[in-house]
C-alpha cells in the first residue's frame, strides 16, 4: 500500500511560479511509477507528468513541456515528489492529483485507469 499527501496548491499570477509536493509513504521500497494528473471544471482528468522512481526517467505532456518539472527526493521510509511550475497560465488552473502504479511508466503518454493510488488532490489558480 502506499499513501499520497499532495501540498503546495495556491493562487498565482499569470507568469508566475508554484510549486506542488506530493509525499509517499508506505511499499516505497518497491519501483513505482509517479504521475501528476489535473482536472478542471468540466473536463476529464489528464496526465501532466510522470516519473519512474528507480531511473528517474520524465514524460511530460506537450501542454507542459519546459515550463514543468517534476523530480524525486528519496528520504528514510518516504519518497518525496516536487513539481516546479513556471510560466503558469490561467489554462493550468485545475485540481492537481499526485497518483502511483506498481512499476515502469508508460514511455510516452499517461493514462488514468493505469494508476492504482491517488492522493487527495491540491488547487492550483493562475489568474490573468
Known amino acids: 500500500q502506499v499513501q499520497l499527501v499532495e501540498s503546495g496548491g495556491g493562487s498565482v499570477q499569470a507568469g508566475g511560479s508554484l510549486r506542488l509536493s506530493c509525499v509517499a509513504s508506505g511499499n516505497i521500497w518497491r519501483t513505482y511509477c509517479m504521475g501528476w494528473f489535473r482536472q478542471a471544471p468540466g473536463k476529464e482528468r489528464e496526465g501532466v507528468t510522470s516519473?519512474?522512481?528507480?531511473?528517474?526517467?520524465?514524460?511530460?505532456a506537450d501542454s507542459v513541456k519546459g515550463r514543468f518539472t517534476f523530480s524525486q527526493d528519496n528520504a528514510k521510509n518516504a519518497l518525496a515528489l516536487y513539481l516546479q511550475m513556471n510560466s503558469l497560465k490561467p489554462e493550468d488552473t485545475a485540481m492537481y492529483y499526485c497518483a502511483a502504479v506498481l512499476g515502469q511508466c508508460r514511455p510516452a503518454t499517461m493514462l488514468e485507469s493505469d494508476f492504482v493510488y491517488w492522493g487527495q488532490g491540491t488547487q492550483v489558480t493562475v489568474s490573468s
Open positions: 516519473i519512474f522512481t528507480v531511473s528517474g526517467a520524465t514524460y511530460y
